[in-house]
């Protein structure tokens, strides 16, 4: 069974400041998501991972992907306090032409001003 | 505009009620799939399907039920029988044949049953 792990769950910072959320997950994929949630609000896509060594950036966060390792990450460089919510890192399993997500429980991020 | 809709955004019943539900895609999706969402938590597969007329249970499906008669609808059910029915719900849809195999979320319904 496939287990998707995110540390921290709970994260405080201050703005300017960097930090990275971590995704490590149980069985072999080459898939990696992540996604942000807002409070009371859906899934918005943050990232597309889809091979080992895969970096991509937007604005002040990173993600990369270790598929040896089982692992993902989620930078964040000089925090800003827009980018308060939690987020979320899903690995696809590739099911008959669908495709099942299983996802991390998740890293709320509070950013101080 | 192209999207995934779900309704209604909340939703109120009684304990021992079916309660119906709704999604709509006009993404020109094959696959669609749906989610239960507890606080704190992350998401948990309910049911998929990949084409009409065919559905496959999630890691979570007993007291769900699902139906696929048409590529853009795809409702679910919670039944009477599903313990803790109270939960966010969320609908997403991908297409089979794209390399991302990205799935795109609906608003979703939060659910409340007393």
């Known amino acids: 069974e496939l287990k998707v792990e995110q540390n921290p769950l709970f994260l405080s910072m201050q703005e300017g400041k960097n930090y990275t959320i971590y995704c490590n997950y149980s069985?072999?994929?080459?898939?990696l998501y992540w996604y942000r949630q807002d409070p009371g609000k859906s899934l918005e896509s943050l990232f597309v991972?889809?091979?080992?060594?895969a970096v991509k950036q937007e604005g002040r966060l990173m993600a990369s992907l270790d598929t040896k390792a089982r692992l993902s990450t989620l930078h964040i460089t000089a925090a800003v306090h827009d980018l308060s919510a939690t987020y979320f890192c899903?690995?696809?399993?590739?099911?008959?032409?669908?495709?099942?997500?299983?996802f991390g429980q998740g890293t709320r991020l509070t950013i101080n001003p | 505009d192209g999207g995934i809709t779900q309704s209604p955004k909340y939703l109120f019943r009684k304990e021992g009620q079916n309660v119906t539900l709704s999604c709509e895609q006009n993404?020109?999706?094959?696959?669609m799939y749906w989610y239960r969402q507890d606080p704190g938590q992350g998401l948990r597969l309910i049911y998929y399907?990949?084409?009409?007329?065919?559905?496959q249970k999630g890691d979570i499906a007993e007291g769900y039920s699902v139906s696929r008669e048409k590529k853009e609808s795809f409702p679910l059910t919670v039944t009477s029988a599903q313990k803790n029915p109270t939960a966010f719900y969320l609908c997403?849809?991908?297409?089979?044949?794209?390399?991302?195999?990205?799935?795109?979320f609906g608003p979703g319904t939060r659910l409340t049953v007393t």
């Open positions: 997403a849809s991908s297409m089979t044949g794209a390399p991302s195999h990205e799935q795109y």
């Open positions: 069985t072999t994929s080459d898939r």
């Open positions: 991972l889809l091979s080992n060594g």
């Open positions: 899903a690995v696809g399993l590739l099911i008959q032409g669908a495709q099942k997500l299983v």
């Open positions: 993404l020109n999706h094959d696959a």
């Open positions: 399907s990949q084409i009409v007329n065919d559905f």
